[in-house]
């Protein structure tokens, strides 16, 4: 990969990481505010939405440092090496816990009867998203394993 899509990629995951810190830190806290003022039943809500919300940006967050550092990785020509697997399982992790946070948060709002169908809706494309990236970062986990045995064959023969 060229190093100039290498910086830019990263300058890319800077930028996100800055914008869902202000996210986190603005507004989450705000929505949940209003939410709560809006509908006075569900203030009850408000704290435990806080703090999924903001788990949820902090996996997203997780994921970019990672991507990063397989970046990193790539840049370096380490890329296929055990260390890598590392960082593709953290991915992994945060991945399914997000997708665990999306659906815990959908059960919690049906039970609560609060949630329009449009919301449900999202909440289940977020479970089906989460679920799908969660295979497609298996499945390129085994190329990368796949790719690392070539590798170690191949300098076996030369």
Known sequence: MHKTTIALLKAVIVVMIALLLACQIFTVP?????????YAGLSYLQVPGI???????LCVQVVLVCVWRLLSM???SVIFSDDAFVWVDIILGAIVL??????????????ANVASPSVMLLCALGV???AGLALLIVVMRGLL???LQLQQDLSEVV
């Open 128 to 130: 089906v998203v989460g």
């Open 30 to 38: 705000g929505v949940a505010r209003q939410s709560a003022e809006n």
């Open 51 to 57: 703090i999924v919300a903001v788990l949820f940006l």
């Open 145 to 147: 394993r796949n790719a």
């Open 74 to 76: 790539v840049r370096t």
């Open 98 to 111: 997000a997708t665990v946070l999306i659906a815990v948060s959908m059960g919690t709002l049906a039970s």
